[in-house]
């Protein structure tokens, strides 16, 4: 399975940007997936998930300001982030949840500039 992230990129305390995710097979229709960051120096870390089931979490940093989703006609998996703040700093990943390790993407740069 490969994820390739997308949508990434610069943008200034406030504003919004929105992650997609997709896996070369269908798998969040079974599986829940989530999105991971790891910040510079840190450790990479669950952000949000979703289930099949629509149960979804979040960090307390992201509570509010993040929606997670999936697209069930394209199995592709978004994260809708916004009120940004340079500690949102990192690059994000997808993957399942648990992570399956020989699964990591690229992953998808966001920087948010204050």
């Known amino acids: 399975v490969q994820f390739t992230e997308s949508g990434g990129g610069l943008v200034q305390a406030g504003g919004s940007l929105r992650l997609s995710c997709e896996a070369s097979?269908?798998?969040?229709?079974?599986?829940?997936g989530g999105w991971y960051r790891q910040a510079p120096g840190e450790p990479r870390r669950l952000v949000a998930s979703?289930?099949?089931?629509?149960?979804?979490k979040y960090v307390d940093s992201a509570e509010g300001r993040f929606t997670i989703s999936v697209n069930d006609e394209t199995d592709t998996m978004y994260l809708q982030m916004s009120r940004l703040t340079a500690e949102d700093t990192a690059i994000y990943y997808c993957?399942?949840?648990?992570?399956?390790?020989?699964?990591w993407g690229q992953g998808t740069q966001v920087t948010v500039s204050s």
């Open positions: 097979i269908s798998l969040f229709i079974a599986n829940t």
């Open positions: 993957n399942t949840v648990p992570a399956t390790t020989s699964w």
């Open positions: 979703i289930s099949p089931g629509g149960l979804i």
